[in-house]
């Protein structure tokens, strides 16, 4: 599975933007999706996780109510919302795909997940 993220730009405090993950080479019907983000010499964070297989999903506490996850209606694309942006939300973003299953999803950590975007920066001044 091969995942191209974008939609990633430079906003101002408080504007919006939403973060679009295309997957090829395989349906990623029944997957656990997440957006992670990084910047520079931290780790990287999960934001926000969804299961293809179901509707749950699982946010970080510093995005809950700003963000939302989505899948797209052509069921290879993914879709990160994010309002109220503040400037520590700038980072690169990353859309990530795995076989966790559904139960699991919400949980899943960062090397749970088998494939990775090459990532989007966004930047909130």
């Known amino acids: 599975v091969q995942l191209v993220e974008s939609g990633g730009a430079s906003v101002q405090a408080g504007g919006s933007l939403r973060l679009s993950c295309v997957a090829s080479?395989?349906?990623?019907?029944?997957?656990?999706m997440g957006w992670f983000r990084q910047i520079p010499d931290k780790e990287r964070e999960g934001v926000a996780a969804?299961?293809?297989?179901?509707?749950?999903?699982a946010y970080a506490d510093s995005v809950k109510g700003r963000f939302t996850i989505s899948k797209g209606s052509a069921k290879d694309d993914l879709f990160l919302e994010m309002t109220t942006l503040k400037p520590e939300d700038s980072a690169t973003y990353y859309c990530?795909?795995?076989?966790?299953?559904?139960?699991?999803?919400?949980?899943?950590?960062?090397?749970?997940?088998?494939?990775w975007g090459q990532g989007t920066q966004v930047t909130v001044s």
């Open positions: 969804v299961h293809t297989g179901g509707d749950i999903t």
């Open positions: 080479g395989d349906t990623i019907d029944r997957y656990c």
């Open positions: 990530a795909g795995g076989r966790t299953p559904r139960q699991l999803c919400s949980s899943a950590l960062a090397q749970d997940f088998g494939y």
